[in-house]
């Protein structure tokens, strides 16, 4: 009985208007996705490369001095990803750049890169703007008559009437819908691949495969969830444009309105310290442990390395960076938590729940960039244990170590491939699928949730 | 008679659940959007105060002329609670430094201090009417004619003595008379929250153009309401038009926009400003080995060889605030300034010209994307409001071009007064006060020392400060809403025209249609 429903179901969407409106968008969106993509991707690609060309030259030049090697605030952009035209994970507009030295990993930026102030924000098209707008809609758009529809031309009760279960009647509306959906996502993701392929600027490796087979596990899940909200307004009300007028105001609840809230009540929530407050911490501290060294902190010889007020200076200094550090660090601590509180606060929202299930699952966005602000710090150890060594070689040099100036620290030549080099790590795919495990459980149980809802008040329904 | 029928579709909609449904989600969306808008607004007028008091203190606190780096800044428009436009992607002062002409403002430019929360999405009021108004707009004119035609009420009402295009007319009226209470009741919280919080205050200007955005949305609306009967007119039934209305609404509002940006984007290239910076460092490293060779040829003319400075506080191409330090010493920083400032003002001049090429490239490839993504009628709600709140791209790069003339008006005065060769540019002494000896400039440390007593080693306050009354100073000269509507006046066009074609469309499909 489920299969004849299914097969009723799809032959219905089949001849309906709404079903090439539907294959239309589809197939424009997943065209212009790919278009773009390749070409962001490839101008992203030669800037980061020209970039590291140019830094190398930067880094040979510096590298006539080991104190001005080791104290030097790098830049670290973060690579283009390919697998951006499945999810761009907001990349573009959280930070993306960290700047450390031997000493300390001071701060994060998001690089103007590419960007364009001047324009309107608006976000970039890639298979997940797809799911999350166009198919979280069109999902309401198949589903909003399923019993609403029945329901206004008398048919629900004709159908009920037969022995047909009322479980499998709404399973099979909803599983028809969902097998359509799907169908136009591999339909998309196929003619997105081909395009992508043909412009052989994105390499589709056996680790891209499983992100798109990942990807299609979490939009079935998005689609699934989706078409429940549609039947369940359907089974709600006794009119189909009544159940689709409440359809498309959950949508945009779910879609607009509840990130925006959650973003309005981030700060009133977990408040966090501003920048002015947090300058003015710095500052303060740095007064009081200027107050705490005697005079003769702030002169200098320049010929003449083993001054001892060097050593005065130099611990001087470094107590002002581990000032500030201290100050930073919680300060960035809190931004952390706000941010993952407020993510938290929107999972309530399966849109998000999907993002943050590709966002773990391509290992991109905030993921990225917090493996790689912890990972930083571990090579930073690395690269000042690296110094200190390369230092204490130096007989001219007395080892007083401070973090911005070179008058106490070796200033010889050094030979730049022996310095430890930073490269990102790459998160393998099982680890990443078992970390976005929690959103598809998540979403599942969502799903779960709507069809038990909708199940629960169909039964109720009475045909007389 | 079009008052009539617009009187009784008025009513019938009013009462509908449509309606009631979209009233109640904007009753409660725009206060509080409006109310967490105001709270930014307001953190944004005291980091201004607090910009433009440091601004002023630069002249007001100098005591040499090397110290005043000037620093414009604009202060936040109220009107941004309405449309933030690119507000908060762009920052809201400039630094006008000699080395530099700034590309870029600075200052705030995010809405939130945490980076990350860009991450989600941030509305503001303009969005709220733009998703929500034409939603209900799409949802109160999909019926308008096919629903009359379904029940056939269409035929016995054109039966009887009614113009068809008196009908019509009725009929859109009707609808439109139903937003001007739900827009009129936005409006008036939104005026609500505006009056009791204290920061802000709006002028007549700010009057006038808050009335052109409401005759502006209401244009806004009239595009959905003419679509929707347009679709109405033509479609069989009122299901196949609702379908075919909300994939025309999800279409123009989400899809096209995000589409049309993203392609015209990646059309209309711009170089990466990170590999501009790497140029421009170029042009920087050519002037330091000028910079080099100006000091052996300035060292050999004055015979100086070692360069003490007794008591400095920063450094510009030189001491900044350089004092107690002998003659020689004194006479040569004074020469380096001298013939280093010219250059340092000329490398600026270089490196805007690669500055300025850059900036181009983003206002084209802004002007594509905006004529682009305006081919839906919510981007051109979007930036016709953000021009008349002031926080389009055209208000700012007004803004910044006065900053840059500023600057060129502000080192133009310096070289004017030969301000660069004078000793009161980088030293509070006048040239008779300059020591001759190392000990005679020393004791004068020590006696400084003794009857100013200094807070800290930097603390120099006690040395006086110049008189900055000549100096040219920076003030803002706001655009017009005439200059500003009229950079928006072909999207402008564009959307007048397609209404009128609409009108003209949907009357000819309601003249053709056969009553039998």
Known sequence: MLKTIIIRELQNHLYSLRFIFALILTLFLFGVSSMSFIAEYKEQKNTHEQGMVKFQEYKKDLAKNASRFAQNRTYLPLAPRNSGFIASCQEENIPNTIIYSAFNVFNYDISEGNKNPFVLPLKSVNWEFILVLLFSFLAIIFTFDAVSGEKEMRTLALGLSNPVSRGILCAGKLIGTVIILTMFVVLGIIVSVLILLFSGQTMITYTTVAEIGGFLLLSLLLIACSSCVGLLTSVLSYRSNTSLLIGLMVWLILLLIIPHTTLLLSNRLFPVESSEVIIQNTNNSRKTIEAGFPEGKWRSESNNPFTPDHQIRANMQMEFMLGEKKIRDNWYNSQFSQYLNTSKMTLISPMFIFEMGNEHMLNGGFQRFINNWNDLHTYQEQFLTWFKAFDSKDDKSPHWYNPYEDYSTSKSKVNIDEVPVYSERIVPFTQRLSRSGIYIALLSIYTAILFYISFVLFIRYDVR | ?516
């Open chain 2, 1 to 516: 008679m079009i008052l009539h029928i617009a009187k009784k579709d008025f009513l019938d909609n009013f009462t509908s659940a449509r309606f009631v449904a979209g009233f109640l989600l904007c009753l409660f969306l725009v206060p509080f959007t409006v109310y967490t808008g105001t709270r930014l607004y307001e953190s944004r007028v005291d980091k201004y105060q607090r910009d433009a008091r440091e601004a002023d203190e630069i002249f007001t606190k100098a005591q040499v002329y090397a110290q005043i780096q000037p620093v414009a800044v604009i202060q936040p428009s109220p009107l941004t609670i309405f449309s933030k436009g690119i507000s908060e992607q762009v920052g809201s002062k400039a630094s006008l430094s000699n080395s530099e002409i700034p590309t870029f403002a600075t200052g705030i430019t995010t809405m939130y201090e945490n980076q990350f929360l860009n991450r989600f999405v941030s509305l503001d009021f303009i969005n709220i009417l733009a998703i929500i108004l034409s939603l209900i707009g799409v949802f109160l004119s999909y019926d308008i004619f096919s629903r009359e035609k379904e029940d056939g009420t269409l035929k016995l009402l054109l039966s009887n003595n009614v113009k068809r295009s008196d009908f019509f007319l009725g009929k859109v009226s009707g609808i439109l008379l139903t937003f001007i209470p739900l827009l009129l009741v936005c409006y008036i919280l939104v005026f609500i929250i505006l009056w009791i919080s204290p920061s802000v205050s709006l002028s007549a200007d700010d009057y006038a153009r808050i009335l052109l955005l409401f005759v502006f949305s209401l244009l806004y609306l009239s595009f959905f309401i003419l679509l929707g009967s347009y679709i109405s007119s033509k479609a069989g039934t009122s299901s196949t038009s609702l379908i075919i209305n909300l994939f025309i609404w999800c279409f123009l509002l989400f899809l096209l926009p995000n589409s049309m940006s993203y392609l015209g984007k990646n059309i209309v290239k711009s170089d990466n400003y990170s590999i501009v910076r790497m140029n421009t460092m170029d042009l920087d490293n050519e002037f330091w080995k000028k910079y080099g060779e100006l000091q052996k040829q300035v060292k050999a003319e004055t015979g100086m060889v070692y360069t003490n400075w007794n008591l400095c506080a920063g450094w510009n191409y030189g001491p900044v605030l350089l004092c107690f330090t002998t003659h020689d010493v004194m006479k040569y920083e004074r020469r380096m300034h001298e013939l280093t400032a010219p250059m340092v003002l000329d490398y600026a001049g270089k490196k805007w010209h690669l500055q300025e090429v850059y900036l181009n490239q983003l206002f084209h490839q802004q002007k594509i994307v905006k004529y682009l993504s305006c081919l839906s009628p919510s981007e051109i709600l979007k930036y016709v409001s953000s021009s008349l709140c002031k926080s389009d791209m055209e208000n700012h790069v007004d803004f910044m071009n006065q900053a840059r003339n500023y600057r060129e008006q502000f080192f133009n005065y310096y070289k004017e007064n030969k301000i660069f060769s004078s000793y009161n540019y980088f030293s509070p002494h006048k040239e008779s006060e300059i020591p001759k000896t190392q000990e005679e400039a020393m004791k004068m440390v020590a006696q400084w020392r003794s009857t100013a007593k200094p807070e800290s080693t930097f603390d120099l306050s006690s040395l006086g400060f110049i008189s900055t009354a000549g100096l040219p100073r920076f003030t803002y000269n706001e655009r017009g809403i005439i200059d500003g509507l009229s950079d928006q006046l072909w999207i402008f066009a564009g959307l007048i025209s397609a209404c009128v074609v609409l009108i003209w469309i949907t009357y000819s499909s309601l003249i053709k249609y056969d009553i039998r």
